[in-house]
């Protein structure tokens, strides 16, 4: 490790050493960016802070993001930030659900019914993305909206692709098909739906329509949102006709949900989701009355 003024030369590279006023600056855009919006992922947060009109913007680099990613551990680790604001689904934990009679049990699964939105409208509906990164940020609006959220992790394998065709072929449901696909526009990720498409068709049974789309990041979106880009790697053979790439991350979060939010829900009928959480309501309360009359036999057991 060679020290120079001001910077830290570590591993052939030079890293700008913040003063402690620049450091509270970092911290004070990071918790503004989060309290307006959250969850978001890392990347999400660490695109917006490259922008060259911060006071105090990060490199669009690999250490700048390591920057972001060490502030972001401070803050939740002193209680700044709360750690939910920051979504990662990239590790789960597998738990076993015990409960303390039936009553319980009815009162804890009661709160996970869901009216379904989807019985009248003229088409079935999932979401697929690029990422766990992603996921973590639109799984909130895909839970509201009743829809099926399935990260590819990249390309994804066959076997994941064929059970989940499978789980469309199983609903004894002929209504048409639509699935939402946000990902990467870059030489990998402009091919990862392509194959995603194909292997739907492959695994789904010939009369099931399938209406795929892809929903971000698009070329259009780019030029109108001014998304920030980056060079294509000199090495990168696939997709020659992507100059410039963009990671999905680099979409701001709150405009990835509107915009996945208007396109799923664009195929529910109007007024869906209220009429569903009024029934919703109504069930649940019926749902606590017979736990309440399990407790009571419990308690005279």
């Given at each position: 490790?060679?020290?120079?003024?001001?910077?830290i030369?570590?591993?052939?590279?030079?890293?700008?050493?913040?003063?402690?006023?620049?450091?509270e600056?970092?911290?004070?855009?990071?918790?503004d960016?989060?309290?307006?919006?959250?969850?978001?992922?890392?990347?999400?947060i660490?695109?917006?802070?490259?922008?060259?009109?911060?006071?105090?913007?990060?490199?669009?680099?690999?250490?700048?993001?390591?920057?972001?990613?060490?502030?972001?551990?401070?803050?939740?680790?002193?209680?700044?930030?709360?750690?939910?604001?920051?979504?990662?689904?990239?590790?789960?934990?597998?738990?076993?659900?015990?409960?303390?009679?039936?009553?319980?049990?009815?009162?804890?699964m009661?709160?996970?019914?869901?009216?379904?939105?989807?019985?009248?409208?003229?088409?079935?509906?999932?979401?697929?993305?690029?990422?766990?990164?992603?996921?973590?940020?639109?799984?909130?609006?895909?839970?509201d909206?009743?829809?099926?959220?399935?990260?590819?992790?990249?390309?994804?394998?066959?076997?994941?692709?064929?059970?989940?065709?499978?789980?469309?072929?199983?609903?004894?449901?002929?209504?048409p098909?639509?699935?939402f696909?946000?990902?990467?526009?870059?030489?990998?990720?402009?091919?990862?739906?392509?194959?995603?498409?194909?292997?739907?068709?492959?695994?789904?049974?010939?009369d099931?329509?399938?209406?795929?789309v892809?929903?971000?990041?698009?070329?259009?979106q780019?030029?109108?949102?001014?998304?920030?880009?980056?060079a294509?790697?000199?090495?990168?053979?696939?997709?020659?006709?992507?100059?410039?790439?963009?990671?999905?991350?680099?979409?701001?979060?709150?405009?990835?949900?509107?915009?996945?939010?208007?396109?799923v829900?664009?195929l529910?009928?109007?007024?869906?989701l209220?009429?569903?959480?009024?029934?919703e309501?109504?069930?649940?309360?019926?749902?606590?009355?017979?736990?309440?009359?399990?407790?009571?036999?419990?308690?005279?057991?």
């Amino acid at each position: 490790m060679i020290y120079q003024a001001g910077r830290i030369k570590r591993r052939g590279r030079i890293k700008r050493r913040r003063t402690r006023e620049q450091i509270e600056q970092l911290n004070r855009q990071i918790i503004d960016i989060l309290r307006d919006d959250h969850p978001q992922s890392v990347r999400h947060i660490f695109y917006r802070l490259t922008d060259p009109r911060l006071p105090e913007a990060v490199e669009k680099t690999e250490a700048g993001y390591e920057q972001v990613q060490a502030r972001l551990v401070k803050l939740r680790r002193d209680g700044v930030i709360p750690y939910g604001w920051i979504s990662d689904m990239s590790r789960r934990g597998y738990f076993v659900d015990t409960f303390d009679g039936g009553g319980d049990f009815v009162r804890r699964m009661s709160s996970l019914y869901r009216s379904d939105l989807w019985a009248h409208a003229d088409e079935y509906c999932e979401v697929w993305c690029e990422s766990r990164s992603i996921a973590g940020v639109i799984q909130d609006d895909c839970r509201d909206l009743a829809v099926s959220l399935y990260p590819c992790g990249g390309f994804a394998s066959i076997s994941f692709v064929h059970e989940a065709a499978e789980e469309i072929n199983n609903r004894d449901d002929e209504r048409p098909v639509t699935v939402f696909y946000i990902g990467d526009y870059d030489p990998a990720g402009v091919l990862i739906d392509v194959a995603l498409e194909r292997e739907l068709r492959e695994h789904l049974d010939p009369d099931i329509e399938l209406n795929f789309v892809r929903l971000g990041i698009t070329p259009e979106q780019i030029e109108a949102y001014d998304l920030p880009t980056k060079a294509r790697k000199k090495t990168e053979k696939r997709a020659p006709e992507i100059e410039r790439t963009v990671e999905a991350e680099a979409m701001p979060a709150n405009m990835m949900r509107r915009i996945l939010r208007d396109a799923v829900e664009a195929l529910l009928p109007a007024d869906a989701l209220r009429v569903a959480k009024v029934a919703e309501q109504s069930e649940k309360a019926f749902l606590g009355s017979i736990a309440d009359i399990l407790d009571k036999r419990t308690i005279r057991r």
